[in-house]
């Protein structure tokens, strides 16, 4: 016997992957305009923003609709509340994206730095692998996954440091690329940001498949298990 | 259209239009006590409608009257006005057969009747006079299938219908119901004496039922009118003090009373 609540839980899941896709178009075409230098994507970047925020707050109501009205527990539970999370985060990667489009809109007014964008789109593609595994985990409810893309997370962070010390560098060396620099770092930053988010989304994961809070701690300490 | 509608034939705009039943300005009277308190209420088509409160607020009363039940009971005067397809099932010539075949009940706990299944579900379409044997087995088949008994019982149609689990007999009761080709289904606490699971199986079964057919149902449980239906009344005192989607009423309610009942803080 297919249940109600469950026909909902699977359009709520769709709605999240229509929500990840398009954050996730969201980053390479924030990404492609600061490395094409080109401002047309930068402009897809705000027109898919809106529809995210619209699915921002589908998404929050349904799940209000489904606790409020199936009373779940236990799996179906875990899978709504997981589903709320992962909402705010995939809205959260998506304000990200703006960010870089904004930030890249202000470079393409100036030349390019010598070193150009470093490391930058190496980062961009493992966030966006990280976020597309995350939601795959996700309707898989694929354990091992969630975790790869958890373990991910160091690369990114350690690109981002990469990407700080050098950026520093190319300041001190010369005054006149100071707001290039900073301009990079920033969107360094929203990058190593962006691959949080899917880490929150894995972890949340995790949580909905083996209901096992591993936010704050090592997965195999005692605490977390 | 079934036979019901040539009974009392309305309009096929009216149809449409109108909702499955209204009641406006309703008042229902056992002797002095005042049961229903100025009822307006619009029963949308091919949907789940739930009437959900403490016991003695009038939800029963108010189910009851939409097919004229409560005309069994001495004493009983109403006030007001109740419309089943836009017609008045309370003016001097209507009739209550055409009626009950329309609007038919199922009750709180199984009441199949002491024969076989086949028979249950063959009574109703043979008194209207369906006759031929072919008729008659292709109706019960029809009927169980749309309760979903069909596989379990195609094999033992001649078994007594009082030796069913009581899920199976609530189904069954349905498909009685269903085979006189009514319109409306009432449905008073159909799932109190079941248990989880064949509570869940019924819901599921509403569910497709709602495809053809208007339900009312009468429900203690909260929970399930939270699940199954998409237009809720809350009812106090012989008072409807809200009604309206569902999901609104169990999200944001717009009465503190209808607030305080759901949230558990009385009834």
New interface residues.
């Given amino acids: 016997m297919r249940r109600h609540l469950e026909t909902a839980e699977d359009e709520l899941k769709e709605r999240l992957l229509v929500m990840g896709g398009l954050a996730e178009e969201m980053i390479r075409a924030a990404v492609e305009g600061l490395r094409d230098r080109k401002e047309a994507p930068l402009r897809t970047v705000h027109e898919n923003e809106e529809t995210v925020n619209r699915l921002h707050i589908e998404v929050d109501d349904r799940c209000l609709k489904l606790i409020a009205l199936h009373q779940p527990t236990a799996a179906d539970l875990r899978l709504i509340l997981a589903a709320s999370k992962i909402n705010s985060d995939l809205e959260r990667i998506g304000d990200q994206a703006v960010n870089i489009a904004e930030n890249a809109a202000v470079l393409l007014g100036q030349p390019p730095l010598e070193r150009k964008l470093l490391d930058l789109p190496r980062m961009a593609d493992l966030a966006k692998a990280m976020l597309k595994d995350s939601l795959v985990a996700f309707v898989r409810k694929d354990v091992e996954l969630a975790r790869s893309v958890i373990a991910r997370d160091d690369a990114e962070d350690r690109l981002k440091s990469e990407a700080f010390h050098e950026l520093m560098q190319i300041m001190q060396s010369d005054a006149s690329t100071i707001q290039r620099a900073l301009g990079l770092i920033l969107i360094a930053r929203n990058l190593e940001r962006i691959a949080d988010h899917a880490t929150n989304v894995a972890e949340d994961v995790i949580f909905m498949v083996l209901g096992r809070d591993i936010r704050h701690r090592a997965e195999g300490s005692p605490q977390g298990s | 259209m079934s036979q019901a509608a040539s009974a009392d034939p309305p309009a096929a705009d009216v149809r449409v239009q109108t909702p499955a039943i209204e009641a406006r300005s309703l008042s229902l009277f056992y002797g002095s006590f005042r049961a229903l308190k100025d009822v307006d209420v619009a029963v949308p088509r091919r949907e789940i409608t739930a009437l959900i409160g403490p016991s003695g607020c009038g939800k029963s009363t108010l189910l009851r009257v939409f097919n004229r039940m409560n005309d069994l009971v001495r004493g009983v005067r109403i006030e007001g006005s109740v419309l089943v397809d836009g017609r008045d099932i309370y003016r001097p010539d209507a009739d209550l057969i055409a009626l009950r075949k329309r609007v038919g009940m199922v009750f709180q706990r199984p009441n199949p009747f002491p024969i076989s299944v086949f028979q249950n579900v063959a009574y109703g379409p043979a008194i209207h006079g369906m006759a031929s044997n072919a008729e008659l087995e292709e109706a019960v088949e029809r009927n169980l299938r749309a309760t979903g008994l069909w596989d379990d019982l195609k094999d033992r149609l001649r078994v007594p219908a009082l030796s069913l689990p009581p899920e199976q007999q609530q189904r069954l009761c349905l498909s009685r119901l269903l085979a006189v080709e009514p319109d409306v289904l009432l449905m008073d606490e159909p799932c109190s004496t079941l248990d989880p699971i064949a509570t869940?199986?019924i819901?599921?079964l509403l569910?497709e039922l709602k495809k053809n057919y208007t339900i009312v149902i009468v429900t203690h449980n909260m929970?399930q009118a939270?699940?199954?239906s998409s237009r809720a009344g809350f009812m106090l005192l012989g008072d409807l003090v809200e009604f309206g989607a569902?999901?609104g009423l169990?999200?944001n309610p717009r009465d503190q009373r209808t607030q305080d009942y759901i949230t558990g803080r009385f009834g």
């Fill in positions: 869940a199986r819901e599921e569910f929970q939270a699940r199954v569902t999901e169990f999200t």
